[in-house]
């Protein structure tokens, strides 16, 4: 071999190597997942947001509470959960989700079950998925409940067993996997036959389930571990929480803090914009991010619906997400090294979500209003299911036209019949902008105006119960409980430009 063509191979090598090495994921800088209830689906991004992508978009729909489930399959291939709404005395679950690394759906079917009650993948490494759900709607009564086995790769239903309990908690014991033997175990406690009777129930994955007399002293229900759960959750009402290494920790009270154990400085971090108190830090593997958990105590014991965000030790990352439940995952976590980012759709630069520039804290009472004071709150009058009009709050002329895809009922949560919703209402008269919030939304709308009338381009991950565009219209700011976020006009321009 000549040493012309050694130099040249070796230089190929060291070529591909450094090709190879490009491929690997950066672990200075790993991904997170979250729902967005913003968009809908699921975001999946660095923690700065750039490398963004959205899977799920016309699967999961947007505006639900958040998710629960079990997230990511072993294999990394697949992302199962349910719909989770907090409504009035607890939460409700409903539709299931599964699909693939593409954001197509899985076992489509699965849409038809209108309450999920437990998603399970198998603990072994199969993509093996056990959904526990019921056709009715009522919350507290389980009757008519069915267990399916789903092998995710095939799109195959294994095994399926019915299950008439009134309450699951009481009547099922947890699920006992036996994948040597291609088998689950579990144990029931009938309540509307058979009543003192126990059963054994094998569902093996060739379809045969097998169905056997037992004793009480084979039977834990459910319930036992639900109560071990909301032992574990006490920190969430304290604050403490202490990074995996044990280098970060925070305690009491409440303030977003935390202190380095090894040097005793107490570091402060950005606030959420919507002054929360129950807390929860999820670190990063190297501990140079944590995503953030926060949410309001509730009357009677809980937390409300979780505000979730992104920061860093150093305090020097702040970024706001969304509103999700409090079920982690899937509602929101770092992305497993299973799931292979080179099979997702490719991210773009900058992040899906649009982020404020920044935020301003503040505090205060806050109701609807206009940037000035004197000049009441306007009102939305709907005209029908596709068109809505903003009035003037004094004469009621009309003042903007919205085209809707849907206008918001009148009889809608926080609006009395025969009265039309108060909004909030900023005019960019230079770039024909319209920016509202109102209190059916839980974000900013951002209109345009075009083929006279306004047309909905965008959404903000903001409240906005006030809404002002300043300095020559080049920044829009939005109240939200504990301060302003401040957006950049020209961002939002880009953001609103066809693709």
């Not at 399959?73 to 593409?102: C, H, Q």
């Amino acid at each position: 071999m000549t040493r012309i063509t050694t130099i040249l191979l070796i230089l190929f090598t060291l070529g591909s190597t450094a090709q190879s090495l490009q491929a690997q994921p950066d672990s200075s800088k790993p991904y997170l997942y979250y729902y967005s209830q913003l968009l809908g689906g699921l975001i999946i991004e660095h923690p700065d947001g750039s490398d963004s992508r959205q899977i799920a978009a016309d699967v999961i729909p947007p505006n639900m509470t958040g998710l629960s489930g079990p997230g990511w399959s072993p294999s990394g291939k697949y992302f199962a959960a349910y719909r989770m709404d907090y409504v009035e005395n607890g939460s409700g679950a409903g539709t299931p989700y599964l699909i693939d690394l593409n954001g197509k759906s899985v076992a489509g079917w699965l849409t038809t079950v209108v309450r999920t009650l437990s998603m399970q993948w198998s603990p072994t490494g199969e993509d093996t998925l056990l959904v526990i759900g019921t056709f009715s709607s009522e919350r507290y009564i389980d009757f008519g409940t069915f267990g399916w086995l789903i092998d995710a790769q095939h799109d195959k239903v294994l095994a399926e067993y019915g299950i008439n309990v009134g309450m699951l908690a009481y009547g099922m014991s947890e699920i006992t996997w036996d994948t040597a033997h291609q088998q689950i175990v579990f144990y029931l406690r009938p309540d509307t036959y058979n009543v003192g009777d126990y059963y054994r129930v094998t569902m093996h994955f060739d379809g045969t389930i097998v169905r056997e007399l037992t004793t009480a002293d084979n039977f834990m229900p459910l319930s036992a571990s639900l109560h071990a759960k909301e032992d574990e959750d006490v920190g969430l009402y304290t604050g403490d929480n202490i990074s995996p290494s044990g280098t970060y920790k925070t305690h009491g009270d409440h303030l977003p803090t935390i202190t380095d154990t090894r040097t005793a400085k107490t570091i402060e971090l950005p606030r959420n914009t919507q002054a929360t108190t129950c807390r929860d830090y999820l670190w990063s593997k190297n501990e140079q991010f944590m995503i953030t958990v926060d949410g309001a105590l509730v009357a009677g014991g809980g937390c409300g619906a979780a505000v979730i965000g992104i920061t860093n030790p150093q305090a020097s990352l702040w970024r706001e997400l969304g509103n999700c439940s409090w079920y982690y995952p899937p509602c929101v976590g770092w992305l497993p090294q299973s799931v292979d980012i080179q099979s997702l759709p490719l991210g773009a630069p900058k992040p899906l979500q649009l982020d404020p520039i920044k935020i301003e804290y503040a505090s205060g009472d806050i109701i609807f209003t206009t940037a000035s004071a004197l000049i009441p709150p306007m009102h939305l009058n709907c005209v029908n299911d596709s068109a809505a009009n903003i009035l003037d709050p004094k004469t009621n002329v009309l003042l903007y036209h919205l085209k809707y895809s849907r206008c918001p009922s009148l009889t809608s949560r926080f609006v009395f019949p025969n009265q039309t919703p108060q909004i909030a209402v900023a005019e960019d008269t230079d770039h024909h902008l319209l920016a509202t919030f109102s209190d059916w939304d839980s974000y900013v709308s951002i209109w345009k105006f075009q083929n006279e009338q306004y047309e909905h381009v965008l959404k903000l991950n903001s409240q906005g119960f006030t809404l002002e565009f300043t300095n020559h219209n080049t920044y829009l700011r939005a109240r939200n409980f504990a301060g302003w976020k401040i957006y950049s006009v020209a961002d939002i321009l880009a953001a609103t430009k066809p693709q």
